[in-house]
């Protein structure tokens, strides 16, 4: 199985930056897809970015010019910088991969964007 642990969540202010962390462990040869998806309060989860193996990406509209998804295969770790922070972006975000057809979840970080 693979395991998945976010870090780097936490307050900021309308304007600012975060960026977060997923490590992977356990069974982390043949991981294809990593993503960042979130939740926000009474909301359905949704994707947020998406890098495959060979490092293509994919964003939503909402973040388009704002977040940037990496990844560092050596350390088997996803990144989601994110600047320009809005109030709506404030949500538990997880860290979600897949292999060989499953897909497995982080517990999540909570970030807040808030004056």
């Known amino acids: 199985q693979v395991q998945l642990v976010e870090s780097g969540g936490g307050l900021v202010q309308p304007g600012g930056s975060l960026r977060l962390s997923c490590a992977a462990s356990?069974?982390?040869?043949?991981?294809?897809?990593m993503a960042w998806y979130r939740q926000a309060p009474e909301k359905q989860r949704e994707l947020v970015a998406s890098?495959?193996?060979?490092?293509?990406?994919n964003y939503a509209d909402s973040v388009k010019g704002r977040f940037t998804i990496s990844r560092d295969n050596a350390q088997n770790t996803v990144y989601l910088q994110m600047n320009s922070l809005k109030p709506e972006d404030t949500a538990v975000y997880y860290c979600n991969a897949e292999r060989m057809g499953m897909g497995y979840w982080g517990k999540g970080t909570l970030v807040t964007v808030s004056s």
């Open positions: 890098i495959t193996s060979g490092g293509n990406t």
């Open positions: 356990g069974r982390i040869f043949s991981i294809r897809t």
